[in-house]
């Protein structure tokens, strides 16, 4: 049976996209509670299935496919600027695929303006038609009004004319600025891209007996299989350990592991890979809000989608990929690295910042395991000690030792060296992510 939560974001998601909604409504149509109902908008928002735009609404916008991840609606717009809608409020849920910033004469502009563009310019109020008239969105700056004209022309053609106070170059600076936070979440592996569905592996009911544990795991190879009730609800998981001396007619529902660990398909596959070295488990349920059986993920799967994340190209850069970007190795026999410290990475007292110090550690630390041929590891814990300010431009010299490395743990010993002088040193210890 569907909660009241889970009703409420299956009618959302069968809105058309450009629907209005709200509380009230929503309370009215589905006959629950105002509070119920505004608890299931946040989490359609955070599904991004609706925007809410202030003196607007909340309005149904289209679920972007992960490969379009990098177009913003119109509605995000608004938000970004802390625009206003004058006009074509119907449009805002439509993508934009570029920008253009109206700075020539009306004619030499109109050949880069087309469908599904924004346009930003002043209070050019020739320029406003001919780019609604072109199919583009109209971004005015410094926060002019347009006439009744062009309002009209905007919601019969159902695209947003939005003003904001702010200038021309201030604005594609934002709007820049929130396309490569885009592209950042778009690099982010999540579960939802990487794991099997329910309908590609094999699972057990609390009715079966262990017998079929075991015909699974003949016919699979697989050591663990998740348990579900009559409702799909995820209730167990069954492994190797929990059958060891039960008899065949045993049922599954008295010999499995009660309220197993699970994620979710917006799961990071990081967190993910972390969740499983520290409990020290292959196979992970996956399973929606409602505690429904999506699918399952397995330790080899998330080691394959970390290494190969590891060898693609960024396309939004996080001060993560700044700081890997300047790590050099210059003796992969002693494990020693070079690293010059850039603006990005300071302080406002011109020192290199704690943060990108810690990340130059921990990077260098795993880099070494790398070498090593150990794969993938995640820090256990860390401790730092520092002796005198890193100033920027800084050629740094990184040794690594490894004090000691078994199966599942290493543990490592760093000094870090700006022209033959100690500037600090740490003492790290992995977790290592086997196969």
Partial sequence: MTTKHEQILAYIEKLPVGDKISVRKIAKDLTVSEGTAYRAIKEAETRRLVSTIERVGTIRIELK????????????????????????????????????????????????????????????????????????????????????????????????????????????????????????????????????????????????????????????????????????????????????????????????????????????????????????????????????????????????ALQAASRQPQNGETIDDIVKQQIKVISIEEFIFEFVVTPQMTNHYGAMSYGAFSILLTETGSQTLKIRKRGESVVENMTIYYTKPIQLESILRVNVKVLEMSRKVAKMDLEVFNDKQLVGKAMITYQLLER
């Avoid at 005015?140 to 022309?153: A, C, L, N, Q, W």
């Avoid at 299989?225 to 492994?239: C, E, M, Q, W, Y």
């Fill in 65 to 304: 496919k992960k490969e379009h991840f990098e177009r913003l609606t119109f509605a995000e717009v608004v938000n970004i600027v802390d625009g206003q809608v004058l006009g074509g409020k119907a449009g805002l849920y439509k993508t934009l695929n570029k920008f253009v910033i109206g700075a020539m004469q009306v004619e030499d502009m109109m050949r880069y303006v087309g469908p599904s563009n924004l346009l930003i310019v002043g209070n050019r109020l020739q320029v406003h038609e001919h780019g609604l008239r072109a199919g583009a969105a109209v971004l005015v700056t410094g926060g002019f009004d347009v006439s009744e004209k062009i309002k009209k022309i905007a919601d019969d053609l159902e695209l947003p004319v939005i003003s904001t106070s702010y200038d021309t170059f201030t604005v594609a600076t934002m709007i820049n600025r929130a396309i490569d936070d885009q592209l950042i979440k778009k690099d982010v592996l999540l579960i939802e891209d990487i794991y099997i569905p329910l309908k590609d592996t094999s699972f057990l009911q609390t009715n079966d007996f262990v017998k079929r544990y075991r015909e699974l795991n003949q016919l699979t190879t697989h050591g663990g299989f998740p348990v579900v009730d009559a409702s799909n609800k995820l209730v167990g998981i069954v492994t190797a350990r929990d059958v060891i001396g039960k008899e065949s007619h045993e049922l599954v529902e008295k010999v499995m592991t009660k309220n197993p660990i699970a994620i979710t398909l917006k799961t990071s596959v990081a967190s993910a890979s972390h969740r499983m070295i520290w409990e020290g488990i292959d196979l992970l349920p996956v399973v929606k809000d409602n505690n429904n059986l999506e699918g399952v993920i397995s330790r080899q799967d998330v080691l394959k």
